[in-house]
Structures are given as structure tokens and as C-alpha cells.
């Protein structure tokens, strides 16, 4: 198993709609997440860290699943700003972060 | 803001050259990363470094090395440029938790000819 998985997409998804996207991670001891977005040419900028009782912020919420290993990002009410490459960010406590490969969202007008 | 320099947007090198790529950041972070992104293969850590003149060696340092001669700048050298380090190269700094959010630069791509 890879140390965090995503699935490359791209979903492509009208403007308005709900997505969601999950990332699995393979270390049972990672301690913290963050999902990060990436624009097309630009750096990843952080999006929201992900907390183990979840969190939301207006129309994103991240939620992580221990049992199971894997992050999720949830985006309601899509925009087409929301078009972006996102990133799973596992920190998996042995002073060893690593990036998942990301997401790539296309939302269509 | 936090803020991440990156010496040159774009550079364009000879196979064999000697490359320096400079990162500075103002928020009196600790860490300072180097990461590559290639297509398909996503961001991977090259060094990194917890502190004046400290470096860690990351997935993929070979072919590479760093300074840090000062807090808030992070130098990737690569001694003998190769065509198969033509990519794009990102520095970020954070706090010293590694919990802690990574800012990133805005990337130097750099092609090897």
C-alpha cells in the first residue's frame, strides 16, 4: 500500500454541485493532516488542516476517518474558482511528511 | 503574510552546469524544505533543514546538496546539472512543529538542457 493515496481524477463536476474526494494514508501512528490546493503553475497553498473531529470552514469540510485510514475533503455549492489540483498532506510522526500525489477538479460551468 | 522568495522563476542551465537555487523566508521559521514536482510523481523532498547549518536528507537527495548558512535562507545546489533534473522546484518553510503549515514559494522551473 502507498504511504498516502489519491485518486488523480480529474472529477469533473457542474458548478454548483457537492464533491467529495477521499485520501488513504498506510501509517496507523500519522498524527496530522492538511489538505492543500494547488492552482495550475502556482505552489500549494494550505486549504484546511484536518482535525480528528472534523472541520469546516463555509463550504468545506474535511473529515478523518482513523478506523479506516483516510482523509476526506467535502465541497458543497461548487464555483468555478474551485477548479484546482488538491492535496493530501500526511504527517506521519516520525518527523516524515509526505504529499500525496493530488486531485485535479474541473468544475464546468 | 508569511513570505517565500524563490531566486528565479524560470532558469534555463547546461547539462553540467552548477546550479544555485536561493529561498528566503521572513516569518523567522525554523524548517526550510526543497521539494520537486514532476508529473505523475507529485511533490517529493529533496532536504530539508531544522535550523541554522542543520540539513536532513529527504526521498530523493542524490544529484543534490544544501546550505543554510542563515535562518531565513535555504540554498539548493546541484553540483553537476542533468537533464533528468529539469523539473520544478518548490521551497516552503514552517514553524518548528512539523505539524505545522508549510508556505510555500512560487517554484523555480528549471530545465536542463
Known amino acids: 500500500r502507498k504511504e498516502v493515496e489519491q485518486d488523480p481524477g480529474p472529477f469533473n463536476v457542474p458548478e454548483g454541485a457537492t464533491v467529495a474526494f477521499n485520501c488513504t494514508y498506510s501509517?496507523?501512528?500519522?498524527?496530522?493532516f492538511f489538505w492543500y490546493r494547488q492552482d495550475c503553475r502556482k505552489e500549494p497553498k494550505l486549504l484546511m488542516s484536518v482535525y480528528s473531529s472534523g472541520n469546516e470552514d463555509g463550504r468545506f469540510t474535511a473529515q478523518l476517518n482513523r478506523a479506516s485510514q483516510y482523509i476526506s475533503l467535502l465541497i458543497r455549492d461548487s464555483k468555478l474558482s474551485d477548479s484546482a489540483t488538491y492535496l493530501c498532506?500526511?504527517?506521519?510522526?516520525?518527523?516524515?511528511?509526505?504529499f500525496g500525489k493530488g486531485t485535479r477538479l474541473h468544475i464546468l460551468p | 503574510d508569511v513570505k517565500v522568495t524563490q531566486s528565479s522563476r524560470y532558469l534555463v542551465k547546461r547539462t553540467g552546469e552548477k546550479v544555485f537555487l536561493e529561498c528566503v523566508q521572513d516569518m523567522d521559521h525554523e524548517n526550510m524544505f526543497w521539494y520537486r514536482q514532476d508529473p505523475g510523481l507529485g511533490l517529493r523532498l529533496i532536504y530539508f533543514s531544522y535550523d541554522v547549518k542543520m540539513k536532513e536528507k529527504g526521498d530523493i537527495p542524490e544529484g543534490y546538496s544544501v546550505s543554510r548558512e542563515k535562518k531565513e535562507r535555504f540554498s539548493l545546489i546541484l553540483e553537476s546539472a542533468s537533464t533528468n533534473q529539469t523539473s520544478m522546484y518548490l521551497c516552503a518553510s514552517s514553524l518548528l512543529d512539523l505539524q505545522e503549515t508549510q508556505y510555500f514559494g512560487p517554484g523555480t522551473r528549471l530545465l536542463v538542457l
Open positions: 501509517n496507523s501512528a500519522s498524527q496530522s
Open positions: 498532506v500526511v504527517n506521519t510522526g516520525d518527523d516524515k511528511i509526505i
